[in-house]
């Protein structure tokens, strides 16, 4: 069936320092990729997204970048500060129907 | 404030009991949703309802059930049948299940059943 894998699990920068989250998505039928950020006892909420007929998005500190064709796509924060440190998740969705990836736990260290 | 309401924040129960867990959404929207977060994994799709009076299985729908009689509620019942029912419950919402875009997120209610 269709999946999203996310790499890595965790990751642990310096404040300051970019991070850069990983997915790659196997549904062709995909078209759109959304990115959400879930703080800890809270439900997750969407921070930036990104639809199949671009091939990046920037807003301020965050990114995501989208190749289509290698089914891949990625999320960069630049000059991470401590209130980044979350649970980001990744998804894929064509139609109504999204997949998760599993996340990303980030810690920000100041 | 428009939003989506989960409650409680955190339930307990005994094995054996059924139990619903509470979602309301102001947003106006036709979509809604509900998800299984476990630690470790993603979000786990268990139904969904596209619209007022009609609501679809997602990938784990055994041993839950739902309603939706109203376009705001869309309470989920965790019933005994449920083999591993504790766990982190997500609602969530959608302006429209046709066309893919943002879900908006509940606040989650923890189960714990022992």
């Known amino acids: 069936g269709e999946n999203v894998e996310q790499h890595p699990s965790t990751l642990s920068v310096q404040e300051g320092d970019s991070a850069v989250i990983k997915c790659t998505y196997s549904?062709?039928?995909?078209?759109?990729f959304p990115w959400y950020k879930q703080e800890l006892g809270k439900g997750p909420q969407l921070i930036i997204d990104?639809?199949?007929?671009?091939g990046e998005k920037k807003d301020q500190r965050i990114a995501v970048t989208l190749n289509k064709t290698a089914k891949h796509f990625s999320l960069h924060i630049t000059e991470t500060q401590p209130e980044d440190s979350a649970v980001y998740f990744c998804?894929?969705?064509?139609?109504?129907?999204?997949?998760f990836g599993a996340g990303t736990r980030l810690f920000v260290k100041a | 404030d428009g939003g989506i309401t989960q409650s409680p924040k955190y339930l307990f129960r005994k094995e054996g009991q059924n139990v619903t867990l509470s979602c309301e959404q102001n947003?106006?929207?036709?979509?809604m949703y509900w998800y299984r977060q476990d630690p470790g994994q993603g979000l786990r799709l268990i139904y969904y309802?596209?619209?007022?009076?009609?609501?679809q299985k997602g990938d784990i729908a055994e041993g839950y059930s739902v309603s939706r009689e109203k376009k705001e509620s869309f309470p989920l019942t965790v019933t005994s049948a449920q083999k591993n029912p504790t766990a982190f419950y997500l609602c969530?919402?959608?302006?429209?299940?046709?066309?893919?875009?943002?879900?908006?997120f509940g606040p989650g209610t923890r189960l714990t059943v022992t």
């Open positions: 549904d062709s039928a995909s078209n759109y």
């Open positions: 309802s596209q619209i007022v009076n009609d609501f």
């Open positions: 998804a894929a969705s064509g139609g109504f129907k999204t997949i």
């Open positions: 990104i639809r199949s007929n671009v």
């Open positions: 969530a919402s959608s302006p429209s299940w046709t066309g893919a875009g943002e879900q908006y």
């Open positions: 947003l106006n929207h036709d979509a």
